[in-house]
């Protein structure tokens, strides 16, 4: 069952003004969970042009009040964030102050597996190198897509319908005393063939069904590099190019690539940092 983090969530009202504004003061509306990996989604005003939003983190996106910004916290964000909008259009836009924010700590299950066999804490011959090096290469131009839309501002829903969470965001295992990548996504246990529907309009950019490790591969851009990662499937019904409508056919849960049993991994990429999807399932912005 989906957990929902209310408790986090914040709106945030960012007050902006110039000399042909000082009577009418707007605002750039900001909400999201403010912890870490949580997100913010801001809008802007009618009547006002682009910016571009540059964090400390060194993440930078555009705003518009036609296309709301979604600004990422990845796992192991800083606690302290500053966002600063630098306007792109003409000069008679107002200037908006920087503006500070402060996230809460991510709360991560963390295993400690000690005694394996060192082959079982990596294990990858030659020919498997080569595989995972060309997969790599497949995925890193697929990160570089930008969906010019900003689909991800209508709401996301679930994947898999009437399932249940397997793995959680943030959970780590310690192998040998060696800590192994952390798992960030969302792991839904359904049976071999249960549909994957898409969970907000997207742009597929990528669809492999035979990943090293991902197994059956799709990545979905939700709009301006907000992009959905399925992970495992058995069969996959879309292609590149596709645009595809919330609630759609994308495929079928599988166990393919390493997995230890049928279920989909579904994680959100953000420019390069990955956000709960939990916390996104949960949020009514």
């Not at 957990?3 to 007050?15: D, E, N, T």
């Not at 890193?140 to 249940?164: D, L, M």
């Not at 669809?207 to 851009?221: H, N, Q, R, S, T």
Request: charged share 15%; with cysteine.
């Amino acid at each position: 069952m989906i957990r929902y983090w209310a408790g986090f969530f914040a709106l945030v009202l960012v007050s902006f003004a110039s000399p042909l504004h000082a009577q009418t003061p707007a605002s750039v509306n900001c909400q999201g969970p403010l912890v870490q990996g949580g997100f913010l989604i801001c809008r802007l005003p009618e009547n006002f042009g682009s910016y571009r939003i540059e964090t400390n983190t060194g993440k930078t996106t555009n705003i518009s009040h036609e296309h709301p910004a979604l600004i990422p916290f990845s796992r192991n964000s800083p606690l302290d964030i500053t966002l600063r909008f630098h306007p792109q259009t003409a000069a008679s836009h107002p200037a908006i102050q920087p503006q500070k924010f402060t996230l809460s700590p991510g709360q991560w299950d963390i295993e400690r597996i000690d005694g394996l066999p060192p082959g079982k804490v990596t294990p990858r011959s030659a020919k498997d190198q080569k595989k995972v090096a060309a997969d790599w290469g497949k995925k890193q131009k697929a990160w570089k897509h930008r969906a010019p839309s900003s689909w991800y501002a209508n709401g996301f829903i679930e994947p898999v319908a009437k399932t249940r969470t397997s793995g959680v965001f943030g959970s780590q295992r310690i192998l040998n005393g060696q800590p192994k990548n952390p798992h960030l996504g969302l792991d839904f246990a359904a049976p071999k063939g249960t549909p994957i529907i898409a969970p907000a309009r997207a742009e597929v950019v990528l669809a492999e069904p035979d990943m090293y490790f991902e197994g059956g591969l799709l990545v979905l851009d939700h709009g301006a590099g907000v992009m959905s990662v399925m992970l495992h499937m058995s069969s996959l019904d879309v292609a590149v190019g596709d645009i595809v409508a919330q609630g759609q056919k994308l495929g079928s849960v599988g166990m393919t690539g390493r997995a230890t049993g049928p279920h989909l991994h579904w994680g959100i990429k953000v420019r390069g940092s990955y956000i709960n999807p939990e916390l996104v399932l949960g949020f009514a912005g």
